[in-house]
């Protein structure tokens, strides 16, 4: 256990220092690699941001895993599916954060890549536990495309949610953690270890992301490579974490853990197809735009949903290990679906909520994606 301590630790250090340093030297190269957000219609942020933070975390994430892999000797089937889909969202997140690609390309990247986790890494949604208070709900054969559907719905919502400095990152790193704690609590300490990397190079990222007191807006951005390579690996964890007969942790807990990207993904869609407009209609209706045209500060949105997002995951946690029955963690994310859908079906209603906090300050969005 020491030498797995240890090298996780390494592993941690690693990861950090690679990605700040290779986010630090690619962000002065980024013009000349066509990888700078230029502001432009919904894309209101200050001035041009370089798009490498993608990159820089899946290089000090890959280079913060050495040391584990030296250490075991192998690298595990499950990690090369999960290496090999990372290449393919990289790939094709940088060349659309370069030449802005259509979104059937992408989407055909992100299913390839989830094909690459179920078929090289055998990592897959096999079962979803009680829901219906019944035995595990094996799911047969719709295993395929409901792993499929869920890896890249994290993808885009994850990307759709990154519109605010540090939303995106704090609320990836939020999940991971949660994640963590759960792996740690099963008995999963490798996973524990790989995730702990992770979030250290999400950590990193940012330290150039996040406003500070030091820095008044974003250094880089993320990207699309860099949301997308986000929700795969916390689709993958996901995926590992509840499919283990070894060290089971319930599906049911999935969802809770990344509640606030799925709630806002599904309930924009919902209103986009209601509306009859193409679920990839770029709008001003997600989350983070309520807040800041009530008038919050981006660095206190972050806050605000980084907290709500632990709140919901870690309370789940406490209710099912205290004996609450599956269908009932259900039955209560339905309620905070309705709950939410009702809260940001009105401007008034988020205005009423926030409104007095400050004023409206468009100088101070950095959206980057629908």
């Not at 595990?76 to 802005?100: E, I, K, Q, S």
Request: contains cysteine.
């Amino acid at each position: 256990m020491s030498e797995i301590a240890n090298t996780t630790i390494f592993g941690v250090s690693l990861a950090f220092t690679v990605t700040l340093a290779l986010a630090g030297l690619l962000a002065p190269a980024a013009s000349r690699l066509r990888l700078v957000d230029t502001p432009k219609g919904r894309k209101a942020h200050a001035a041009p941001t370089p798009v490498v933070g993608g990159l820089a975390m899946f290089v000090g994430a890959t280079v913060g895993l050495l040391p584990a892999i030296l250490m075991l000797g192998l690298v595990p089937a499950n990690l090369v599916g999960l290496g090999l889909a990372g290449v393919v969202v990289m790939v094709a997140g940088v060349l659309d954060d370069m030449y802005d690609l259509r979104w059937y390309v992408r989407l055909l990247a992100q299913v390839v890549a989830a094909l690459s986790m179920v078929y090289v890494g055998d990592v897959r949604v096999e079962h979803v536990g009680a829901l219906f208070g019944l035995e595990d709900l094996a799911l047969g054969p719709i295993s395929l495309p409901l792993t499929v559907f869920a890896t890249v719905g994290l993808i885009n919502a994850l990307n759709m949610v990154d519109g605010v400095d540090g939303l995106a990152g704090s609320l990836s790193a939020a999940a991971l953690l949660m994640l963590l704690v759960a792996a740690l609590y099963s008995g999963n300490v490798l996973l524990a270890s790989g995730l702990a990397v992770a979030i250290s190079a999400v950590c990193a990222f940012l330290v150039l992301n996040m406003r500070w007191p030091w820095q008044k807006r974003a250094r880089v951005f993320m990207g699309n490579s860099g949301s997308a390579l986000l929700g795969l690996i916390i689709a993958w964890a996901t995926f590992r974490l509840t499919q283990s007969p070894e060290h089971p942790v319930s599906p049911i807990l999935a969802p809770f853990f990344v509640a606030i990207p799925l709630l806002d993904c599904v309930t924009l869609i919902a209103r986009r197809l209601g509306a009859r407009r193409s679920p990839f209609h770029a709008d001003r209706e997600h989350v983070h735009h309520l807040l800041l045209d009530a008038g919050l500060a981006p660095s206190t949105i972050v806050i605000l949903l980084t907290c709500v997002s632990l709140l919901l995951g870690l309370a789940a946690s406490a209710a099912l290990r205290m004996g609450a029955p599956e269908p009932a963690l259900v039955l209560v994310f339905a309620v905070v679906a309705a709950g939410y859908a009702w809260f940001t079906g009105s401007r008034r209603r988020v205005n009423a909520v926030f409104g007095p906090v400050g004023s409206f300050r468009p100088s101070e969005f950095a959206p980057q994606a629908a």
